[in-house]
């Protein structure tokens, strides 16, 4: 007869069978599941005096949790957003042993009931045009690894990709004739479409000549592939040398991901729905999206000057989405 009052067995079954067979999750989110658990349960070992493979259910308490929640917050220094990631996959792990253990329901209850604490919303960073134009200049596309490096900011800030995605990105996914484009796999394992500027496609041409249908387009100097931390190093190096000569762009904090910001909100500049927006990206939800409508100085400064001293505002010509996005790949 099986022990469901053990932990270790729940465990095993919700990493490696619940959260792979049953839900698919991403692999990231697997990680970051486990990682998780790996924090939580020498936590509460020493909470219950008790060895992490001898550990029940039980043990695992409410004022534990609140007690680990802590313990991230002021011992780990993490943030609010990271603590609440946390929380998320132990309201999981409760979900998953209440919804299979009807003895475990109310222990589940009182698991759950522990809250997500209200962080603060970040002001996302992304860069203007200028900004975008110096670091691009940065490689010396003379050199292997320059044109690499060229290739890689240029495709990044044409495509929106994320550094693991770009990373991941191989040669077959890329179609570079007539038409050029893009077949990222992102989130969710959702494949989506993105159009490629001419330029991007010449300087991705001379990366996949030998290469296989399944080879990575982005390798590292001894012909390995380019990991995401490959991707954001190439990234923050070319920022901090474009900065020398680009004031602005000294107090910004520049990833791939603030790349990705300015790709969206380029895409807004030049009269992009934001449905078409969200394709682009990989959002799952417009919620996401809108946060680019919210940021862009310029466009906010445009619907100031579009109100007259009445505070009537004006119409101005709307273009059509595929006009926008015909402008927004003619720009470079």
């Known amino acids: 007869m099986r022990n469901n009052t053990l932990l270790g067995p729940w465990v095993r079954r919700f990493l490696l069978e619940h959260l792979v067979a049953e839900r698919n999750l991403a692999r990231n989110t697997q990680v970051s599941y ?3 658990l790996t ?5 509460v070992s020493r909470q219950a005096r008790a060895d992490v493979d001898r550990l029940l259910v039980e043990d695992i308490s409410a004022d534990r949790v609140r007690a680990f929640l802590e313990h991230l917050e002021h011992d780990r220094r993490c943030a609010v957003l990271t603590r609440n990631q946390r929380l998320a996959a132990i309201h999981s792990l409760a979900r998953y042993i209440g919804a299979r253990s009807p003895e475990h ?3 589940c209850a009182q698991i759950r009931s522990v809250p997500f604490k209200k962080a603060a919303k970040a002001v996302i960073g992304y860069l203007d045009k200028p900004e975008v134009d110096a670091m691009l200049r940065v490689p010396d596309r003379r050199t292997v690894l320059g044109a690499r490096d060229h290739a890689l900011l240029l495709f ?3 495509s929106g990709a994320r550094a693991d995605e770009a990373a991941s990105l191989r040669a077959g996914n890329l179609q570079l004739g007539t ?3 893009v077949r990222l796999l992102g989130k969710g394992n959702k494949w989506r479409v993105c159009p490629l500027w001419p330029k991007t496609s010449d300087v991705l041409r001379p990366l996949i000549c030998d290469q296989r249908l399944e080879g990575r387009v982005f390798r590292g100097r001894t012909g390995e592939p380019l990991t995401r931390f490959g991707v954001h190093r190439v990234v923050t190096t070319c920022a901090a040398l474009a900065a020398q000569r680009v004031a602005s762009m000294n107090n910004k ?3 791939p991901h603030v790349l990705r910001h300015t790709t969206a909100v380029h895409l807004l500049r030049a009269g992009v729905d934001i449905n078409t ?6 959002h799952v939800s417009l919620d996401t999206t809108h946060i680019y409508a919210e940021v862009d100085l310029e466009m906010k400064a445009k619907a100031l000057a579009s109100v007259d001293i009445a505070g009537l505002p004006t119409t ?3 273009r059509k989405p595929v006009a926008a996005v015909m402008d927004f790949m003619r720009q470079l």
Do not use: E, T
């Open 34 to 36: 486990r990682d998780s």
């Open 277 to 282: 927006i969200r394709a682009w990206l990989g």
């Open 39 to 43: 924090l939580l349960l020498p936590f």
């Open 156 to 158: 990044l800030y044409n």
């Open 179 to 181: 038409s050029p484009s």
């Open 105 to 107: 329901v109310a222990w």
């Open 316 to 318: 101005p010509a709307r």
């Open 253 to 255: 904090r520049i990833s």
